[in-house]
């Protein structure tokens, strides 16, 4: 091969859970350029409906620019060209007919940084389902706002003080709001970039355990630079390195037995 | 493979690889000197041999601690998890190969009479074959060489066949002359402890597979010990 892409490898190949459950996003032959640089070589990965994939890899290797990809973030990005096929549910992202806006209610995202509007807890919930017309009166609205809530496990921590404004709450329950606020618009998909860098370990831990919750119902890709975290939480593992994706595989295999030297030297704290 | 970005974290894989150095060296020595004290019934060198037995069960018990001390310190993952795993394993199949090196040494307190020279020189070829086994097995893992670990792992059959064919003489032995039932029965077990320092040998070499390529291996290890079915009947001699 005379590409400078070296191919993906897979363990096992395919992957368990990308052959048990149906492929909720497949990109197909992905690259992505950031004015002259190529930030992204050649991607192709199929990722899992009602599972957890993470993507780990070293600061730059473009894991959080391929997820932004998945929901058309990099669109914002002055200079930033996506080429390659991205497909959810089998329908192209890149499609001329297609909403980005609706794209982006239907593939939710969290950041690192907690995030929240500056208006009251109920606000940041509701202020989603009502720019999409979700709720069909006051009270739906409301019901929305608490089953979000309830679901992203902070309802009864903030029942008594709906009104009052989100950032006053901690960055664990702050996070919790975000992702709140991002399952509200009911998406298929959940984007996790570093949700859990800026928390302590207990919030990173209430966090961790609504991701498994989570995962019955929505496709999660999370980011992280925690290799324990990516064990701990994901069901598939993909290691990117200098834009490429190196190895994708099922976490259980790929944390105890990776079969690329790069990802072994990576998880193993190795890499110079 | 190169070095962790924590140099502390090499100290702490490089400090269990030399503990459980140390321990094979030992258990190699006990299995020496415990076919040795029987074979010559000394009884002296048999209960050097006793006592020796304990520092390879507090190596045993260092060598855990160390290997959780690192896990929860380290969290290692992938060949390094493999690492810590396989060295707990081996630290445990080294001191069981202790308990029966001792427990070989042992009757050499329980066998008064002399025994004659035919019968002792069966127990010394299979205590050599389990010495090579040993030493060979060690040696691969200080070098995580699972080529050599299979060749281990492959020719543990060689102790099964002799200690088939010792078992089968003792047998005959003891059937010839009921006097000799006593030492007979005491080199019956010594060899069978002897026959089970072999399978642990095996042991340690599916572990240096499992460390080198992250899966176990799969193979059915060849096995000729088949005294556990051969009947026993007097009425096979006529």
């Known amino acids: ?272 | 493979m190169p070095d962790h970005i924590m140099k502390a974290y090499d100290d702490d894989l490089a400090a269990l690889q030399s503990m459980l150095s140390t321990m094979g060296g030992l258990a190699e020595e006990q299995l020496a000197r415990s076919v040795e004290a029987l074979t010559r019934r000394d009884t002296k060198l048999a209960d050097i041999v006793i006592h020796a037995d304990d520092r390879i069960d507090q190596m045993e018990r260092a060598v855990e601690e160390k290997a959780i001390l690192t896990i929860a310190k380290r969290q290692p993952m992938a060949k390094d998890l493999r690492n810590i795993m396989v060295a707990i394993r081996i630290a445990t199949d080294l001191e069981r190969i202790g308990d029966l090196a001792k427990n070989v040494a042992k009757r050499s307190h329980a066998i008064s009479d002399p025994i004659p020279r035919r019968l002792t020189s069966g127990l010394q070829r299979m205590g050599q074959l389990a010495q090579a086994q040993l030493k060979r097995v060690l040696d691969s893992f200080a070098a995580a060489d699972s080529e050599q670990a299979m060749e281990v792992w492959r020719h543990d059959e060689d102790i099964d066949a002799l200690y088939n064919s010792i078992f089968r003489e003792l047998l005959t032995y003891m059937m010839e002359d009921p006097r000799m039932i006593g030492a007979c029965t005491h080199l019956l077990f010594a060899t069978k402890n002897i026959e089970r320092i072999g399978d642990h040998a095996t042991n340690i070499a599916e572990n240096i597979y499992y460390l080198v390529h992250g899966q176990p291996i799969r193979d059915e290890r060849p096995k000729k010990d088949d005294t556990a079915t051969t009947p026993f009947s007097p009425l096979n001699n006529d």
């Open chain 1, 1 to 272: 091969m005379n590409d400078m892409t070296p191919r993906t490898i897979f363990t096992p190949a395919p992957p368990r859970i990308i052959a048990e459950r149906p492929a909720k996003v497949v990109a197909e032959g992905v690259n992505v350029h950031y004015g002259e640089k190529r930030a992204i070589h050649d991607l192709s990965i199929s990722i899992p409906d009602k599972a957890v994939s993470a993507f780990i890899g070293p600061s730059g290797c473009g894991k959080s620019t391929f997820l932004r990809c998945i929901n058309r973030m990099n669109d914002t990005i002055a200079g930033c060209r996506v080429t390659g096929r991205i497909t959810v549910d089998g329908h192209d992202i890149h499609d001329r007919n297609l909403d980005v806006v609706q794209l982006r209610a239907r593939v939710g995202m969290v950041f690192q940084k907690p995030n929240p509007f500056p208006k009251s807890i109920f606000e940041n919930v509701a202020y989603g389902p009502r720019i999409h017309g979700l709720a069909k009166d006051k009270t739906d609205l409301e019901r929305i706002v608490v089953e979000s809530l309830k679901k992203a496990g902070l309802f009864e921590e903030v029942k008594d003080r709906m009104l009052q404004p989100g950032t006053g709450l901690s960055g664990g329950q702050q996070q919790r709001l975000c992702i709140a606020r991002a399952i509200a618009v009911n998406p298929e998909i959940i984007l996790m970039d570093e949700p859990c860098s800026a928390l302590d370990p207990i919030a990173t831990a209430r966090i961790e355990e609504l991701i498994h919750e989570l995962k019955q119902n929505y496709c999660i890709v999370i980011v992280t630079h925690s290799m324990q975290q990516a064990a701990r939480v994901s069901d598939l593992t993909a290691f990117f390195h200098l834009g490429n994706l190196i190895e994708v595989g099922d976490t259980d295999v790929m944390f105890t037995s990776p079969q690329d030297k790069k990802t072994q030297d990576y998880i193993t704290g190795r890499f110079g």
